[in-house]
């Protein structure tokens, strides 16, 4: 969007005796925001209202210009909506990619609670074998 904004603005209009709007006052910042000279615009408008009018408004002028860029941008199918629904396509993605992880993890979760449960009664019994082969040896002692 940026390079196309650029472009439309440094690329010159016709039909003119101006063609740049650095010739009336607007110039392009570091940071790519507009600033406007208004001593040099005042007397732009007070030399030739028309040849900045045509300037800024005939077929080949910047408010023209942007005009169907910015219509065509905001379009359905334009950029904006391409871009939108592009990153709504991630998201939607992302979202299912989502839900198949939490369902392996719970599924997991099953798996290993259920290998827990039984490798503790597993331990539960042999503690109880234990015990009871203890206390047959302790009385065979006696």
Do not use: C
């Amino acid at each position: 969007m940026q390079d196309q904004l650029r472009g439309i603005f440094m690329t010159p209009a016709s039909g003119g005796t101006l063609s740049s709007l650095a010739e009336v006052g607007v110039s392009t910042q570091k940071d790519g925001t507009l600033k406007l000279d208004s001593s040099k615009f005042d007397s732009a408008m007070s030399a030739d209202f028309g040849d900045v009018s045509n300037l800024i408004s005939s077929s080949t002028g910047f408010a023209t210009r942007l005009e169907a860029w910015g219509k065509s941008t905001l379009a359905v199918g334009g950029l904006i909506d391409t871009r939108t629904k592009s990153l709504n396509q991630h998201v939607k993605n992302y979202n299912d990619e989502i839900d198949r992880l939490e369902n392996r993890m719970s599924a997991l979760q099953k798996k290993l609670t259920a290998e827990y449960t039984n490798l503790n009664l597993l331990l539960n019994n042999m503690n109880s074998t234990s015990a009871y082969l203890s206390q047959q040896l302790a009385s065979s002692n006696k």
